[in-house]
């Protein structure tokens, strides 16, 4: 029996613990040692990584990725990509969405694990397409799901999901569990389920241990056929990232579980980023919450992040009394909303507008911009029935007799998202990545830019210094 490992301590356990703080200086001398590891994969780009580097560590993310490549030229990279919403929180257009997925491949990617927030699969597959375009006989399009509990979220409907990704083209499947809320119980019947339908598809488990369930959730999945699980180097794994590398190889070993991993190597990456995660301890980057366990979301059935986020706006609005009603608030406009999986953008939309509901005294007294948006349709379509008087409502405001279709604004092909960024950029953008960049992230991509262009000048204003 075997079972690969996806090391996510560059990319998932970096962002879910330190806010995707991480530059790269600081593991780049890990790399060559990592590349001996014998991972599945390295997840290493996508996510918020991105905007990560753009915005507050003056990093060119597209450049970070070239760097990684260079040191780990025997691993596979892998990327986490938003589908349609590539690695921002709009939908853009399918050139847009193309030439992004050539970039990230000819830059180093070789796995692309590819979702939609609603599992509107309608909006992953420019990214499949293009990845199948572009990418090498060692590339790997992953189509994933983003795991939710529901009503309608039964064993038969993500079987359904599954069987739909592989009929689209997709190598891999992989099952998202971002608020570590599947419990031991649901992955076997989920696994088991899924395993009958796809055959010997490969089946990757991606989960948190924020709710302390993670370990025994993959023990289960292990057990019912997993082929791949996620797992973060020790001393950045548990608490809202993923559970541990080490342990589970040691866990897995004894039962003759074959892992690929050398457990000389796995360990010396831990040694060399233990002192690095005490730097961002001690300076405040890596929070102590988020390293502890919490199983609220498993009371409340909302996630974790969700909760604290809802009591810090409570608190800030000196309405901790309404706490009661907002938390029995957030499941009734989840309903309302079709019951969509609670991750970026959804939960934010959800919770705001759940605490809206509640303050107004009137639930829909105020509807939120994007939960306006959502019911016109432009997220994609839900994955039950929207409440139909409240979308009724919100369509006659908008002089709407229906719901747009997404995908009509999406495939629209001008070319002049890639035009007029480049004429923003001028003699800023000095690559396709450059441009591409400022697409995803305008102020952050020109902020970046700009710094790049000083820092240019001045190393070249001290070159001819030098000359004279
Ligand atoms: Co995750």
Known sequence: MRVQF???VLRDANQSLMATRLPYADFEPVLS?????????????GGATFDSCLRYLGEDPWERLRNIRKNMPNTKLQMLLRGQNLLGYKHYHDDVVEKFVELSIKNGIDILRIFDALNDFRNIKTALEATKKYGTANTIASGCISYTQSPVHTVSKYVEMCK???????DTICLKDMA?????????????????????????????????????????????????????TSCFSNGTSQPATETMYYALSQYGIETGLNEKVINEVNDFFKPIKQKYVDDGTLNPKSMATDAQALVYKVPGGML?????????????DKFDAALAEIPAVRADMGYPPLVTPLSQMV????????????????????????????????????????????LDDAGMAAPVDCRIEDSKRTGEDFEAA????????????????????PKQAED?????????????????????
């Not at 809320?181 to 696994?191: F, K, N, Q, R, V």
């Not at 948190?208 to 797992?231: N, P, R």
């Not at 604290?308 to 901790?320: T, V």
Request: proline share 2%; net charge negative; charged share 25%.
């Open 448 to 468: 970046y830019l700009k710094a790049r262009k000083e820092k240019e000048e001045r190393t070249c204003k001290y070159t001819m210094e030098a000359i004279d």
């Open 180 to 232: 570590g809320t599947m419990s031991p119980y649901e992955a076997e019947h989920l696994i088991k389920g899924i395993k009958d339908a796809v055959g010997d598809m490969p089946l990757i488990l991606h989960t948190h241990c924020t709710t302390g369930m993670a370990y025994q959730t993959l023990t289960k999945a292990i057990d019912s056929g997993i082929d791949v699980i996620d797992t973060a």
């Open 33 to 45: 040692t990592m590349d001996k590891a014998g991972y599945y994969s390295v997840e290493c780009w």
């Open 351 to 394: 919770g705001s507008q759940a605490v809206t509901n509640v303050l107004m005294g009137e639930r829909y007294k105020v509807i939120s911009k994007d939960v306006q948006n959502y019911f016109k349709g432009e997220y994609g379509i839900a994955p039950a029935p929207v409440d139909a008087a409240l979308e009724k409502r919100i």
């Open 422 to 441: 480049k004429a923003a950029l001028g003699e800023l953008a000095k690559t396709e990545e450059d441009v591409m960049s400022y697409i995803c992230f």
């Open 164 to 170: 739909e990704l592989q009929a689209m083209g997709f």
């Open 6 to 8: 996806t090391e996510t």
């Open 308 to 320: 604290s986020n809802m009591i810090a706006n409570l608190k800030d609005m000196d309405a901790m």
